[in-house]
């Protein structure tokens, strides 16, 4: 998002990462068991020494449970939007096969994952403690992810495919920004693209995806407050990345709005309908 840094689309891609930071990189996606980083770990590489402080300061909380847990309640909650289900053959008569399928879902999980857990434990490191301390979570499972297709750049995109996309992107947006990252590594199957936006039209038109991201964004809020007991001291980073860190978690328009989005797109994709 352009709120919280560079450009998505030019941020430092995991391929071109090397050195110290291709070892933080491959940290990051064991520690929170994704297949992809989502562009904050990415643009924070521009700080100098952005990437390095805000991981050491963050990877305690992943590693707790805590965002994972605290993530699960946001995604089984009634604040999400709701779009009209899907009907039964409707993704395959848009041209998907059920290969097409399983890695849709399976990228809009990873995104799911991805920014959800960024989302809480992020705005943790910034929170203070307030509420009650959330409940000890249970271990979990190792997840197994199926092959993710590489995110496609911009060049490799139909102009009129990639105008789509930057239709989406105004779901529940304040402002025009730059084009969140799940949509683009979406550009493969235009026909699900269009199969979306007509779906999710009448509720950016009603304001309810508007209204769902604020919800979210203040239930965030008040789970990484009730987080926060588990920093043992005052979190110190680079001028730089702090504003990163805080324009990322602080804005609605932000994270917020692609876990909200991204959520209820995996909803809607559970909601097949004969």
């Known amino acids: ?79 999400l939007p709701v779009p009209k289900p899907l009907l039964a053959g409707q993704l395959e008569s848009a041209g998907l096969t059920s290969e097409d399928i399983t890695s849709v879902r399976a990228i809009v999980s990873a995104y799911n994952r991805s920014n ?28 197994h992810w199926p092959p993710i297709p590489r995110l496609l750049p911009q060049n490799e995109i139909q102009p009129d495919v990639w105008r789509l996309l930057l239709e989406i992107n105004k779901f529940g947006a304040v402002e025009d920004g730059a084009l ?46 009730r987080m926060a007991y588990l920093k043992t001291e005052t979190v110190a980073l680079p001028v730089g990345a702090h504003e990163m860190v805080e324009s990322y978690v602080a804005i609605p328009g932000a994270v917020t709005r692609m876990v909200t989005l991204g959520h209820a797109v995996a909803n809607w994709l559970d909601s097949v309908v004969e």
């Not at 904050?40 to 990437?51: A, E």
């Not at 959800?116 to 997840?143: F, Q, R, T, W």
């Not at 199957?189 to 203040?218: A, K, T």
């Open 1 to 79: 998002m352009a709120q919280f840094g560079d450009d998505p689309v030019s941020a430092i891609t995991e391929e071109e990462a090397a050195g110290q930071i291709a070892e933080i990189f491959a940290d990051i996606r064991d520690t929170m068991g994704i297949p992809l980083l989502t562009s904050i770990w990415r643009t924070l590489v521009s700080v100098d020494g952005g990437l390095e402080a805000v991981w050491a300061a963050a990877k305690p909380l992943y590693l707790s449970g805590f965002p994972q847990l605290a993530l699960a309640s946001i995604a089984t909650s009634d604040d």
């Open 180 to 225: 969140a990252t799940l949509w683009r590594h979406l550009a493969r199957w235009p026909g699900f693209l269009s199969i979306l936006h007509d779906v999710f039209v009448p509720l950016q038109r009603s304001g309810d995806l508007s209204r769902s991201v604020q919800r979210v964004h203040e239930v965030s809020g008040e789970l990484a407050a």
């Open 116 to 143: 959800g857990m960024n989302m809480l434990a992020l705005s943790c490191l910034l929170a203070k403690p307030h509420g009650d301390p959330l409940p000890k979570p249970k271990i979990e499972n190792v997840i």
